[in-house]
């Protein structure tokens, strides 16, 4: 595919997922603030043969050439179990999506926007929802606020720039995602501490940690609570079997039992919340590289991690509680034993809780309540083929 001078090639092989790689680390390396990836997880993201997201979509990668120079990249993507939920929690029947994008100037962006809204068209997709990189469990959304600051882990973090080159391509704005950010050393709320304090007078009520010696037990129950927890939220495509276990697998070396609770109700687990240390602390200054010797200091760090920074990427409680003052009870809980283990056993000062929906508003009240400001924001546009 050609626009003008510039050349959209779609990418087959194993070297061109390479070079589309390596685009990402050009691009980020002129943003102080960006954390470059290991590249071993950058390159097993885009590859078919180990990401089981491919099990369940259709995916194009994409490089913009002008003469010989790469100059952007873009993935164009159909997630067939997105394309099976309903219309009004946002993804569903012919919606597709594009992501993991970066580009040299305006010019290359339209060049490339609109040989993704080719091929999915040509596909038959009638609405795109962009930028997810690739899955919405991944990296959703363009960040509109926070450049200041790096992003925790798993958080993506784009110039600022390409918003404005998206709107005037016909996006606009479908939702707004927000992390939040608190000082989770100082004590929370009288208020917090009172309905905490109570819960642990419940016998009803049993908080405990997850058993890393029943890793994929526990892994597997977390998120059968996750896919009910979320099953009605904006934008929710649910976990497979085989994304489960990949995701444990990721999971399960920077998972440190007392930061991941699991709420007990009668007996049976009704929520749970992840938190995960900030490796993108240590991660930064190792620009990708784990060879020769930053293996070694990953070794050291995941026996022992000190951080800044914890981040709540993931919580949920059980879709019939949801409406109850047990559910909020339940997260204040679970957020205050974290925050203590997370200052007394890692020597945490920050947490950062997110992405959160604008319009979950349950999740923005628990925030609020524990006086956080947001500090982050994300951008997930849409348009119309």
Same mark, same amino acid.
């Given at each position: ?86 219309? !009004? ?7 597709? $999506? +594009? =992501?993991?994008?970066?580009?040299? #100037?305006? *010019?290359? @962006?339209? %060049? ?39 992003p925790t882990v798993m958080m993506g973090h784009q ?64 998120? !059968? ?7 009605? $939220? +904006? =934008?929710?495509?649910?976990?497979? #079997?085989? *994304?489960? @276990?990949? %995701? ?84 204040f809980m679970m957020i205050e034993q974290i925050r ?30 524990? =006086? ?14």
């Open positions: 595919m050609a626009h003008g001078e510039i050349r959209i090639v779609p990418v087959s092989d194993k070297a061109g997922r390479a070079a589309f790689v390596d685009l990402a680390y050009a691009f980020g390396a002129r943003d102080p603030n960006w954390v470059p990836p290991l590249r071993m997880e950058a390159l097993e993201l885009v590859d078919p043969a180990r990401n089981p997201f491919f099990g369940h979509a259709d995916v194009q990668l994409m490089i913009a050439y002008r003469g010989a120079a790469a100059v952007g990249r873009i993935s164009a993507h159909i997630d067939r179990l997105a394309l099976e939920q309903p219309a !009004d929690q946002g993804m569903g029947p012919g919606t597709g $999506n +594009w =992501g993991l994008f970066e580009a040299e #100037d305006e *010019e290359v @962006a339209a %060049a490339l926007i609109s040989a993704a809204e080719e091929w999915l068209r040509g596909r038959g997709m009638t609405r795109v929802l962009a930028p997810l990189s690739m899955s919405i469990w991944e990296e959703p959304g363009q960040l509109v606020r926070g450049h200041d600051h790096p110039p600022a720039h390409y918003a404005a080159w998206f709107t005037a391509l016909g996006y606009t704005r479908a939702k707004t995602l927000h992390t939040f950010e608190l000082d989770i050393v100082r004590p929370f709320p009288p208020l917090i501490q009172r309905i905490v304090a109570a819960g642990h007078k419940n016998a009803r009520i049993r908080i405990r940690n997850v058993d890393k010696r029943h890793f994929d037990a526990e892994a597997a129950l977390i998120l !059968d609570i996750l896919n009910d927890a979320w099953s009605d $939220n +904006w =934008g929710f495509v649910p976990f497979t #079997d085989r *994304e489960i @276990a990949y %995701a444990g697998k990721k999971f399960k070396p920077i998972v440190r039992e007392d930061l991941i609770m699991i709420a007990d109700y009668d007996g049976e687990p009704v929520a749970f919340m992840m938190t995960l240390p900030d490796m993108n602390e240590v991660v930064k200054p190792m620009r990708g590289k784990l060879f020769p010797f930053n293996w070694a200091k990953l070794l050291l760090w995941l026996r022992n991690p000190r951080v800044r920074t914890m981040r709540v990427p993931l919580m949920g409680v059980r879709k019939r509680l949801q409406s109850s003052r047990m559910a909020s009870q339940l997260a203590a283990n997370s200052v007394a056993n890692y020597g945490a000062t920050r947490g950062e809780i997110g992405w959160i929906l604008e319009d979950n508003q349950g999740m923005v009240a628990i925030a609020d309540a524990l =006086g956080t400001s947001i500090n982050r924001e994300y951008l997930i546009y849409e348009k119309i083929l």
